[in-house]
């Protein structure tokens, strides 16, 4: 039951997303024939303008700007002023032309010599508080209207040398522009005349042919039958409730939820077992499926700044990379069916999500975690402009990379997030496993001085432990840090353990077990398992360490001291005071650890190196801890185990080669001195 509650949870909230109304959505693309039934519109609607048609034309109409210019008055009164002052001597008589002249250049309007802005046919005049359009042609220039002020008073008097007159009062000095540019206000009337751009091209009357079965696909047909999608779902959407849409939605739903279960069944059936793992999974991917479900119907047009690949990131730091690739599709699966242009969507997050785990295990740490956002956001902008370049996504082209830059991100901003989560489920990220296995770390520190022999052990049983894991395909570092930390109870009591007995001073002292009986010698051994899950919460080492410590005995007998027990007469009904109080192993890397830690402690025994030798060996190992029950919940499979012996006895043969025997030379020294 606690398998299956999480994904009944999942199961309930996907199905309260999910859309409440049938959604029309024909599959076809531009160029390639028609495959449906002859299309015929049932009703009229409006075909609506592309995206890119909409905003080259608001450009076009933004860069239209109608210049906004206010009349002044009080330049135009000290011009006429200054044409009733001038000093015209004996021809004061044209001096009433002059100002008329004058008044009419103004009324025209003057502006300076670099002319109206843009390329707009109307500008907008306030006098007096009243704003009027005007003509751009009717506006003058400052030398085009000097020019005009004198030859109107020239027309008027040809008997009279105007221009020598004028040159010599600077009459053409006293026209200046009296039309000043406001630049606030034309930018303000600019947006809107951008937004009046009609989002329709043209109708569609009900009965009219939209596109024939087998007909190719234009740029124009599509646009009809994009045109009539929308409005199709809009206004004649199947409503809510009813019995076949539900039951549809259900199906979908519960595919979903299908889906993961048999991704997580197929890849690592122990995360149902680990609940911090299993909640923080579903959780993960109910959220982002949840996105892909709803985002495209609320806002469709922030789809592609959605940090998706942050799905994988978060995923990636807990969980193995094939999980994490099923897991990350199954979750965007909606947007193929939900998103406009959903199969460029989902492509597009597909490839990103993908090329970041990648990156990402080289990019991880401080500045080159955005590194990796910009590898992450080129490899999805190539895909999209690769889907645009050949008509199968559609978008602004500018607009869409802008969006996918900031997705990316988004994804350095919230992958911290895997550190707050790491703390509430109570996992172990893949960086939490680097830090354990770093052997300067103040516990690991403490076995070296403590019990030097059990630290070199657990490096020899990582260094096994690391070859036979990767070759069976387990968590590499998992088992590493496993290895490292499987012994350090050792540490309460270093000399019970044959492994530190170096430590003694002198041969002929006594060793610890000297005197003490078996049942008392296998009871002080037996304690570093208890000791050590003790420690490993004192230092708050994570609970899948803790395991190691408990399993890699599992609940096996201290032969040695049962053995001497039963030659001395014990009965074996008191066996239980000889057995590990720890649990039978697990996971794959349980198993290996337990595996490796036998091997590498027996294996100090062994006489004879040939292949042979380690064949029955490692065999003999095994066999002994099947006989015993020790691989009863154990997840490894009869072909895995396989594997592992193999890995086993290679790495013995690499360990304990053989060697050429050097021939011994005589000391010069003593064959001076004889």
Partial sequence: MKKFLPLLIVFLVILMVLPRSAKLS?????????????????IDFPVLKTEDELLEERRQAAENIVPYYKYQDDVVSRSIRAAESVDLGEFAFIRTSMVASLKSVYDRGVVGDDGVPGNSELVYVQRDKRAVAR?????????????????????????????????????????????VYDRVASEQLSPEASMAVSPTSGYVSAGQLIVSQGEIVTSEIAQMIASYEKEYNA?????AGGFLFWTGNIIIALLLVVFLYFAIRLVNPAIFRDNGKYLYLTLIFTVFTVISIVLPRTHPEYLYVVPFVLCALLLEAFFDDRLV??????SILPLLFYAEGGKAVFTVFLAGGVISM??????????RQFLNAIITFAVMFLVFLGLRITDLAGGNVIRTAFLLFISAILCVAGYPLSYLFEKIFNL???????????????????????????????????NMADAVAGAVGANVQLVRAGALYHDIGKMNNPMCFVENESML????????????????SAQDIIKHITDG??????????????DFILSHHGTTVVRYFYDRFLKDGGSPEEIGLFRYPGRKPVTREQTILMLCDSIEAASRSLKDYTPEAFDAFVEGIVAGKMEEGQFEEAEISVKELGIVKSALKTYLAQMYHGRIAYPKRKNKFINIIK
């Fill in 26 to 42: 024909y599959d076809y693309r531009k160029g390639a024939p028609w495959k449906y039934e002859t299309l015929i519109a049932p």
């Fill in 135 to 179: 003509p751009a042609a009717e506006i003058s220039r400052l030398a085009e209207a000097r020019g005009a002020f004198i030859s109107a008073v020239s027309s008027e008097w040809p008997e009279v040398n105007v221009d020598s007159l004028m040159r010599a009062v600077s009459a053409s000095e006293m026209v200046v522009p009296n039309l």
């Fill in 235 to 239: 206004n004649m959407g199947t409503s």
């Fill in 325 to 330: 690739v099923m897991t990350y599709g199954i």
């Fill in 358 to 367: 990648i990156t990402f295990k080289l990019f991880n740490k401080g500045w």
């Fill in 428 to 462: 172990v990220s893949v960086y939490r496993l680097s830090e354990l296995c770093d052997t300067s770390n103040p516990l690991l520190h403490e076995l070296e001085q403590k019990a030097p022999g059990t630290f070199q052990h657990s490096l020899q049983v990582m």
């Fill in 505 to 520: 001073a002198a041969d002929g002292v006594l060793r610890y077990h000297d005197g003490l009986s078996p049942q008392q």
């Fill in 533 to 546: 899950a003790e420690l490993a919460q004192k230092h708050r080492l994570p609970s899948v360490i803790v």
